[in-house]
């Protein structure tokens, strides 16, 4: 629940991570369905923030959900959602986060972005196996790393 908080309160997200913000030590993860906010914080958010806290690797820093749309009646419907994560060391942090999604029931086509250099990769779950250094050209929408 404290990732809940943590954006209910306001807490976090880009316009805080913007001054400190290190593209070599970010990383984003992309997770696709229709994942509701608060179910995003219950699910993934607070226990990636808890085993990312405990190990020291790092902290979640943000999220949110891109829309789709509709559903017939009206409800509102996630095409994906996003949780900004800003680690301590982006290796350790990377395969400390591809074991506890998979753990988390992370569906397929999870990925987590980040940037090496001068090269902008993303890692690719794949029927509970993930496909590492993939290149990408997406860009984050708020930070364009």
Not at 117 to 128: A, I, K, Q, W, Y
């Amino acid at each position: 629940m404290f990732g809940v908080l943590r954006k209910l309160l306001g807490l976090g997200g880009a316009a805080e991570a913007t001054p400190g913000f290190n593209t070599q030590l970010f990383i984003y993860i992309r997770i696709p369905g229709d994942i509701q906010p608060i179910a995003r914080g219950e699910r993934f958010e607070d226990p990636l923030q808890a085993v990312l806290e405990e190990t020291g690797l790092g902290e979640i820093s943000g999220g949110g959900s891109q829309l789709a749309d509709p559903y017939p009646d009206g409800r509102p419907r996630v095409e994906f959602c996003g949780i900004d994560v800003d680690a301590t060391d982006l290796d350790k942090a990377r395969a400390l986060l591809m074991r506890k999604l998979i753990e988390l029931d992370a569906p397929t086509g999870t990925e987590l972005h980040y940037t090496k250099g001068e090269s902008m990769l993303l890692d690719r779950l794949v029927d509970g196996a993930w496909s590492e250094a993939e290149l990408r050209s997406i860009r984050h929408p708020g930070f364009g790393a």
